[in-house]
């Protein structure tokens, strides 16, 4: 981040497969099309829709409004979604939650089901009465806040705001949160899109095939929001950015040419460069090789 910029996290929420209504759980393929739900593979919430393509969006028009006030140049201001900066840590400073014992954030409104923005302004916008070098040095506590540089400590130290609970821990299928923290080769989204997933995690991929929402569903925190404010976010999504759905049909996505799997993804979080379309086939393939009984070889 630029020297003397300030970072504004936001948080967007978005609907849990608890939460969702019936017409966000089922995709079609086509237009006359409705998929099977035992016959279908399933996009993690996160990226059922093209939330990150939203909140980007939306962040990038507060930067205009703000640069047409301020009369400050674009490049001035910056936007980061899913970006290589700390957003969780910042998100942690900005109050906006604390980290999980599944290492990620955990906001006491919305849950871990929601994504981070930023928006980072610059030196100009802060106010010159903000935070001075005392302030700084304390983590952001005055004379009468003493605490409050231990209470951030303790909500950027992964599961020390969970306290006993370990709801995320028995939750995962394969194991990748325990005792001592988050190990991320063991996470089922660590292998979307890649080669050489070891056989006792991908044995636990069932009909996923993008994403993992199982710690997130299993937290108290997911469990005790209200979806109004997630049902809030979708509806500001525009419709390149919408998904029908979560289910995607393993017969269609295993017998597609490349570029119809393309185009179905175009414009969502499974349509990234990243994230070869053969993997995603390959996917679909062995799904349906082991409803049949047949045990692929290798790793997935």
């Known amino acids: 981040m630029p020297p003397g910029h300030c970072a504004v996290p936001v948080l967007w929420p978005y609907l849990l497969p608890t939460q ?90 919305f849950g871990p089901a929601c994504l981070i923005g930023l928006l980072v302004l610059p030196a100009e916008l802060l106010s010159p009465g903000g935070l001075s070098p005392e302030m700084l040095a304390s983590g952001g506590a005055t004379s009468g806040e003493t605490g409050l540089a231990d209470q951030l400590l303790a909500e950027l130290t992964p599961g020390a705001g969970c306290g006993a609970c370990r709801a995320c821990q028995a939750a995962c299928p394969t194991q990748a949160i325990g005792d001592h923290g988050y190990q991320r080769p063991r996470c089922l989204q660590h292998w979307s899109g890649r080669q050489g997933c070891p056989a006792d995690i991908a044995a636990q991929r069932g009909s996923r095939l993008y994403g993992c929402d199982a710690c997130i569903v299993a937290c108290p925190y997911s469990a005790g929001r209200s979806p109004e404010e997630a049902l809030a976010a979708e509806a500001r999504l525009l419709p390149v ?47 349906l090789e082991r409803k049949v009984g047949a045990r692929p070889a290798g790793g997935y």
């Open 20 to 109: 969702a209504p019936a017409r966000l759980l089922v995709a079609a393929v086509d237009s006359g099309s409705r998929v099977d739900q035992s016959d279908s593979l399933v996009v993690a919430s996160f990226a059922a829709s093209h939330h990150y393509r939203a909140l980007a969006r939306l962040l990038k028009a507060c930067a205009g409004l703000l640069r047409q006030g301020s009369g400050l140049p674009k490049s001035a201001f910056r936007v980061a979604v899913n970006s290589d900066l700390p957003e969780k840590k910042l998100a942690v400073l900005g109050g906006l939650g604390f980290i999980g014992r599944s290492s990620l954030l955990v906001s006491r409104r």
């Open 241 to 287: 950015e919408r998904r029908s759905g979560r289910l995607v049909s393993a017969d269609w996505l295993a017998g597609a040419a490349p570029e119809e799997v393309k185009a179905f993804f175009r414009g969502t979080a499974l349509g990234f460069s990243w994230l070869p379309t053969a993997w995603l086939q390959d996917q679909a393939r062995r799904f």
